[in-house]
Structures are given as C-alpha cells and as structure tokens.
C-alpha cells in the first residue's frame, strides 16, 4: 500500500519548487522532506524528481503521479479535517463567492445547513459576474462552472448536468412545437447574455448522435439567468436555462423542455481554491459539507 503522507509530500515539493520551501509550508525539517520522497521513489521503483542545484524537474512519470497526489494530499486534508473537528468546536470565518442565479436554489440552504452544524463560523459570501476562473486573494473557496486547466487551483467538482431549452405552457399554447433546432428559428428566442454580437446552441441528438448548431440572434438577451427564468415564466419566448437555476419552476410543469431529445453540452458545478501550504479546518470542512450535501439538493439533473 502506498504512502499517502509521502504522496502529499511530494505534491508539495512540486508546488513549492524546492525541498526547503515545502519543509517550511510542511513545518519539517527538510532532511524529513527528503528521505521521504527518496523513501517514496525506492518503493516505486521510478525516479519522481531531477535534482540540481538550480531547480527540480519532473520525470515523465513524476509527471503523471503528481496528479494522484494532489488527490492523495487533499485526502489526507479531508482525514485531518474529520479528527480536528471530534477534538474541538470549528470556528473562524469562511469567504465564498458564487455566480449569480443559483443563490437561491443552492447557496441559501447550503449555507445554512452549514451553520446550523457550525455556527461558530461566520460566512461571507461575494456574488459575483465575473467569468473568469482566477480567484480573488480575499476568497477561500469559489464556485465555478466550466472546464479548469489552471494547476494553482484545487478544483472538487460537485456535479454535472446539460442546460435545457424550455418555455411555458402558456407560450406553446396554439403555436407548432420545434422538433429540430432549426425549427426554433421560428419563434422568440431569448439568451444567456455574453455580450457579443454573434448567439448560437449547439445540439447533439441523444439517439443518433447527429449534431446541429443554431445561430440566431435573441429578442432578449439578459447576463442573469434568473432575470431569464423570469422572462420564459411569462411566456416571452424559448430559451436556455440551467437546471440547478430554479429548479422547482420544472417540477411545477411552469416551464416544460422543448425538444427533449435534443441535448446541449454538459457543464460541471464544481468547488475550488487556490494551491496553499496550510488551509484553514473550516474550510477543508465546508468543502465536505459541500460535497455530500449539493448532489442531494438536486438528485436528478439531465445529463
């Protein structure tokens, strides 16, 4: 069985760039730091680091095993986390930001359901339009949707669903159904704005696999999908809405997916932070209370 101390070790060597860098952020000695990574390449039988007096380099293989220790690293935070918080009370404060439109159906009750186990912490939470992946110096975790490559963040992803493309009864009543996204060019389409000139879906049939890509320009177009939401519920036309953004407007059958059996791309919700030599317990907390409680909060996403 491998040694998963000496894996986060090693993660923390690569982010540090140096031995006594990670000695200082792991708060040992650094002939400790050392004898466990050659402990570790022994057992592994590769080398994981080239060493020189001027820098450390990856191997090849190093390359690939730094990713499970990263894993392997964020393991050993969550064990720590569950045995610190039997010994005492967690307390302090937690900052989060968020995009907009999903603080009610998600942040709301995942928030209190968090100080109602916690209620020494305080938490500050930031809404924010920004699209970008960077995180702000002054925030301990983001919520984010999309694709991740930046290796500075430690990114848990939560869950994973298809926007829908919905309408309301009213607005279908008396006019002919879209049956192939071609078809929506014939009615009011609204969108999720970007502010750019050009709009577009693109479709994969969920039987055939046939792909189709529609470029329209929108009758609305709103940068808030909740402000969207509200537009579809009175009947000012078709248009693109994340499931996890009022979700109960689906279950009431006020909303109700047009072409179903044509499917857009998938999104991921996930949880992330910037890579740090310490993180705060009430954070590495939140992230486990995040991750088991959020997936319950929406049990069946379309995918």
């Known amino acids: 069985m491998r040694d998963l101390n000496a894996l986060a070790i090693f993660a923390k060597v690569v982010e540090a760039k140096s031995f006594s860098a990670a000695a200082r952020a792991l708060k040992m000695p650094i002939s400790t730091v050392s004898r466990r990574i050659a402990e570790l390449e022994e ?23 730094l ?15 569950i ?9 302090g404060s937690l900052r989060l930001c968020t995009p ?28 924010s339009e920004r699209l970008g992946h960077s995180i702000e110096d002054d925030v301990d975790i983001a919520f ?52 750019r000139p050009d709009y577009s879906w693109t479709f994969v049939h969920g039987t055939r696999e046939e792909r189709e890509t529609l470029v329209f320009e929108p009758c609305i177009a709103v940068n808030d999908y909740s402000a969207l939401a509200g537009a579809l519920l009175a009947g000012s036309g078709i248009g693109e809405l994340p499931p996890i953004v009022l979700p109960e407007l689906m279950r009431k059958g006020l909303l109700v997916e047009v072409m179903p059996e044509w499917h857009l791309p998938l999104f991921d919700l996930a949880l992330a932070h910037p890579q740090r030599g310490h993180v705060p317990r009430q954070v590495r907390i939140f992230k486990e209370f995040a991750t088991q ?6 049990p069946s996403l379309p995918t």
């Open 43 to 65: 057992q592994l039988g590769v080398r994981l680091l080239e060493r020189s007096t001027r820098c450390l380099r990856l191997t090849d293989v190093g390359t690939e095993v």
């Open 67 to 81: 990713e499970h220790a990263r894993h392997s690293a964020e393991l050993c935070e969550a064990v720590d986390s």
């Open 83 to 91: 045995i610190s918080n039997s010994l005492s009370d967690v307390a």
């Open 100 to 127: 907009p439109s999903i603080s009610d159906s998600l942040i709301v009750p995942l928030v209190s359901a968090f100080q109602a186990s916690y209620p020494s912490v305080r938490v500050q939470v930031r809404v």
């Open 144 to 195: 984010r949707v999309g694709v991740f490559i930046d290796a500075s963040l430690v990114v848990r992803k939560l869950l994973t669903y298809r926007h829908q493309v919905v309408a309301s009864p009213a607005y279908l009543a008396g006019r002919e159904l879209p049956r192939a996204p071609r078809d929506l060019l014939d009615h009011r389409l609204l969108a999720f704005s970007f502010w």
């Open 293 to 298: 409680m959020v997936p319950q909060l929406f």
